[in-house]
């Protein structure tokens, strides 16, 4: 979900006002995916990297946080959403960590679709952890499957589609095991103006494509 800052620039505005258009644009595009009927929609909102940024704009988007949590879980929990995240989360302030665990918790029963959140996420570090757990195993046992099962996405299926928003055309450390085989797609447009209708765009261009997985 990349440009809330330049979204914000653009407008002679804090970039306070980008990530808060931002987290409507996640309110929206949730909504979008649930009407498209996708099974999971993964939102990678804060990365292993981002602890690199400005301590105010660090506090500001954890507040934001907990304001989408306290916000929007009723929403998800009604419409049956089940809330995960990867990565390691506890690295942020007890009371989030608790506001987060308790909005994980509270959905963890729900048969719907899955709103996966990338929090303190880092894929080389995800892989890595993985590794850790499977160092003491006989290595004849260690496949690749093995290695996915251990990943923070082990309970969920392989990226189909992986789009990112801004004109960037890089992964950022973003599931790259995962998504080995997934369609990438870079849009110009801003995160805070991805809308509903950018999301059904962006299916609609994964529907043209044809996936052969090295086949023929």
């Not at 963890?108 to 757990?133: F, H, M, P």
């Not at 004109?167 to 995160?191: C, H, I, K, P």
């Amino acid at each position: 979900m990349d440009g809330n800052g330049r979204w914000a620039k653009k407008r002679f505005l804090p970039r306070i006002a980008g990530h808060r258009k931002g987290i409507e644009a996640v309110r929206a595009v949730s909504r979008g995916a649930r009407e498209q009927g996708i099974d999971v929609l993964t939102l990678y909102a804060f990365s292993s990297e981002n602890w690199r940024r400005p301590a105010e704009e660090i506090s500001d988007l954890m507040g934001l946080l907990r304001h989408f949590i306290q916000t929007d879980i009723d929403e998800l929990d009604e419409s049956n959403v089940r809330l995960r995240v990867i990565g390691d989360h506890n690295a942020f302030a007890p009371d989030l960590v608790a506001l987060i665990d308790a909005a994980v918790e509270r959905t963890s029963t729900n048969s719907g679709s899955t709103l996966v959140i990338g929090l303190n996420y880092g894929s080389q570090d995800e892989i890595v952890r993985a590794a850790r757990k499977l160092a003491g195993r006989d290595p004849a046992t260690i496949d690749a499957a093995a290695l996915e099962a251990e990943l923070d996405t082990g309970d969920l299926p392989p990226v189909d589609l992986l789009i990112r928003t801004s004109g960037e055309q890089r992964l950022s450390n973003f599931m790259l095991w995962q998504a080995a085989y997934a369609e990438l797609l870079f849009v110009d447009t801003l995160w805070p103006d991805f809308g509903k209708a950018a999301l059904a765009e962006a299916v609609a261009t994964y529907n043209l494509r044809e996936r052969r997985f090295g086949g023929l």
